[in-house]
T-cell receptor, first 110, second 116 residues
Framework: KQEVTQIPAALSVPEGENLVLNCSFT??????LQWFRQDPGKGLTSLLL?????REQTSGRLNASLDKSSGRSTLYIAASQPGDSATYLC?????????FGAGTTVTVRA | DAGVTQSPTHLIKTRGQQVTLRCSPK?????VSWYQQALGQGPQFIFQ???????QRGNFPDRFSGHQFPNYSSELNVNALLLGDSALYLC??????FGTGDNEQFFGPGTRLTVL
């Protein structure tokens, strides 16, 4: 059974600080891992997709790494801005299940 | 290129009623997955439809059922509504079902269901 954990549940940082968000999972047999952003009451916006064979993906200020052997993924957001305030969710797919973590809610203070 | 669309946006029902939610996938996608997101929690996988069949199901009772049409759009039906069914219902589309695709998910805006 795949368990997905995101720690911390909430994070508050001053503008300009780098963000480090963690996602851990118990079953390393995954197809891919996605990071999503969710604004309050809204749907999910895909940020980055890492295929099972990849170690990291980058898009602008965002970088995500994947270490299947340790069951971890990390999302880095450089030079945070107030507009980065949102809930960030990691998602994993494998042969039998599609699983989300509970998310990390980020507040960037101006 | 139209993304994933869902209807209605909001819905209010009373306990015991039945509800139908609708989803149209992103152009070119053939797979639809449904999720339930309670307040303050991550989305929970309900089921996935591919080739008009339910392919995988999460830990949800039979009150939750669905359908996929030949144009790949999908419906989620919930019978005998409970207060605990109040949630944001999200639809995601992808290409290829379990074991056949990479399962990259594209989400719609969701339907907010309130059960009174």
């Amino acid at each position: 059974k795949q368990e997905v954990t995101q720690i911390p549940a909430a994070l508050s940082v001053p503008e300009g600080e780098n963000l480090v968000l963690n996602c851990s999972f118990t079953d390393s047999a995954i197809y891919n891992l996605q990071w999503f952003r969710q604004d309050p009451g809204k749907g999910l916006t895909s940020l980055l997709l890492i295929q099972s064979s990849q170690r990291e993906q980058t898009s602008g200020r965002l970088n995500a790494s994947l270490d299947k052997s340790s069951g971890r993924s990390t999302l880095y957001i450089a030079a945070s801005q107030p507009g980065d305030s949102a809930t960030y969710l990691c998602f994993l797919s494998n042969d039998y299940k599609l699983s989300f973590g509970a998310g990390t809610t980020v507040t960037v203070r101006a | 290129d139209a993304g994933v669309t869902q209807s209605p946006t909001h819905l209010i029902k009373t306990r015991g009623q039945q509800v139908t939610l609708r989803c149209s996938p992103k152009s070119g996608h053939d797979t639809v997955s449904w999720y339930q997101q309670a307040l303050g929690q991550g989305p929970q996988f309900i089921f996935q439809y591919y080739e008009e069949e339910e392919r995988q199901r999460g830990n949800f009772p039979d009150r939750f059922s669905g359908h996929q049409f030949p144009n790949y759009s999908s419906e989620l039906n919930v019978n005998a509504l409970l207060l605990g069914d109040s949630a944001l219902y999200l639809c995601a589309s992808s290409l290829g079902g379990f074991g056949t695709g990479d399962n990259e998910q594209f989400f719609g805006p969701g339907t907010r269901l309130t059960v009174l």
